[in-house]
């Protein structure tokens, strides 16, 4: 018998709607008919993407949140079915690592009173001295110093406090650890740090782990079995190197699609299957299999309708799909969703022969018949003041050459006047003359001042 078995556990949180009395309109289905075996020893991953359910699953084995249906069995106890103070003593066995280690700890105690509190409660420990001496031993096996009991959470790193969270849950000694998240808002180097941390302390004390992640590469290092969850269901499950291998589902295959590979020659070979539409609901699921909605192979007739359960097809590997044998021979052709490269989906690294160059935009007309300008920079001094001096000649020659052509239109304006009987154009023509007269006059005046 494995150490923990889950059995068709449900969570379903009520919607409530109504000002003076409350009534019940509908039903979230965060966990929907989960069942699971995890042996003694071992470590079971958990993955899926958000609002999947994992988190609350592994709140529902703590009873941390109430099971709607369903067992959960731990070493022969159905845990679902224990009354509270029961279930307050038997839950020393049970422990979580959360994900958020600053969320999870008391900013106003410091790290002895944190990790004494569940040892008085449990009565592990005669006095407080023999508890601080178990709790110094527990911090040196997480890699933390003994100095650090008088301290607060908020003087430590983010990996340390993961660290002090980790100590909470084995100062207990508990048989089975779920870790929620457990490295998620760590840096990397921090992140191995802490996932061998769990390895080396799951061989010394002989610890089962249940890890939720969204990180794949992390699952795979450290499970030896793998779940994935989608819309409150387990669609898949296998050991790590199988399910890795060869996913069967369609949605494992689109989420192992998704991780890139370090090697260059295999990334590039390898297909990236693109899911479409979103993530339906919890609180309306489709109906049938909750998956056909996205599903590239999804068959009308009977995924709509029959809701796939979860069979072995051989060597430990189960799968949730009508059709899982015929993707994976090829018999079933994609119905919706794409298959494209996975380096650059569609898109060429380097341009192709037939690929046209850039033209240069053409030269304007006007542009080459206009002579280059010299650069005022490279001219001459000498050069310049004979420059000046011929636009000033020029200036003088135009002057000189429009002013008798004025005076003679104005000479002819005059005329015509005179010969115009109105008695304006008389007028006119008397001011023309004594325009002409005053030009005159400035003409002979001129060479005296020049003079």
């Given at each position: 018998m494995s150490l923990l078995e889950l059995d068709g556990v449900k969570v379903h949180f009520p919607i409530k709607k109504g000002l003076l009395f409350d009534r019940t309109v509908g039903?979230?289905?965060?966990?929907?008919?989960?069942?699971?075996?995890?042996?003694?020893?071992?470590?079971?991953?958990l993955v899926g993407e958000s609002g999947c359910g994992k988190t609350t699953l592994g709140r529902s084995v703590l009873r941390l949140v109430d099971i709607t249906e369903g067992s959960v069995v731990l070493d022969g106890t159905d845990l679902a079915k224990l009354p509270g103070e029961e279930m307050r003593r038997f839950r020393r066995r049970l422990q979580m690592v959360f994900q958020d280690p600053l969320g999870s700890l008391n900013p106003r105690q410091n790290i002895e009173s944190i990790l004494s509190e569940g040892m008085i409660a449990h009565g592990i420990g005669k006095d407080q001295e023999e508890r601080r001496e178990k709790i110094k031993a527990i911090l040196d096996k997480v890699?933390?110093?003994?100095n650090a009991l008088a301290r607060y959470p908020h003087e430590f790193s983010g990996g340390q406090r993961q660290r002090i969270g980790i100590a909470r849950a084995l100062v207990l000694e508990p048989d089975v650890i779920i870790c929620d998240e457990p490295v998620s808002a760590l840096d990397v180097s921090v992140q191995a740090q802490v996932i061998n941390l769990l390895e080396e302390l799951q061989e010394e004390l002989g610890l089962t782990y249940v890890v939720i992640a969204h990180d794949l590469a992390v699952v795979r290092h450290i499970s030896d079995t793998i779940g994935v969850m989608y819309l409150g269901s387990l669609v898949e499950e296998a050991p790590s190197d199988a399910l890795y291998a060869e996913p069967k589902h369609p949605y494992t295959k689109a989420l192992m699609s998704a991780v890139p590979v370090p090697d260059p020659e295999v990334e590039d070979k390898r297909e990236r299957i693109l899911l479409t539409g979103d993530l339906p609901s919890p609180a309306n699921p489709p109906s049938g299999c909750r998956f056909h909605t996205r599903c590239p192979w999804a068959q009308a007739e009977r995924c709509a309708t029959e809701r796939p359960e979860l069979r072995d097809i051989g060597g430990g590997h189960r799968v949730a799909c009508h059709y899982a044998e015929d993707i994976a021979s090829g018999k079933l052709r994609l119905t919706k969703g794409e298959v494209v490269s996975a380096t650059r989906e569609g898109v060429e690294d380097n341009p192709t022969e037939d690929t046209p160059e850039a033209e240069a935009p053409e030269a304007d007309a006007s542009a080459a018949e206009t002579p280059a300008k010299i650069p005022a920079q490279a001219e001459k001094p000498a050069e310049k003041a004979v420059v000046a001096e011929k636009a000033v000649e020029a200036e003088d020659k135009a002057a000189t050459a429009e002013e008798p052509a004025k005076a003679e239109g104005k000479a002819e304006k005059a005329a015509e006047a005179k010969a115009s009987p109105k008695p304006e154009a008389a007028d006119e023509a008397d001011e023309a003359d004594e325009a002409v007269a005053s030009d005159e006059a400035k003409a002979s005046e001129e060479p005296e001042k020049a003079v």
């Open positions: 039903h979230v289905y965060a966990v929907d008919g989960v069942s699971l075996k995890v042996e003694a020893g071992e470590t079971y991953g890699g933390l110093p003994s």
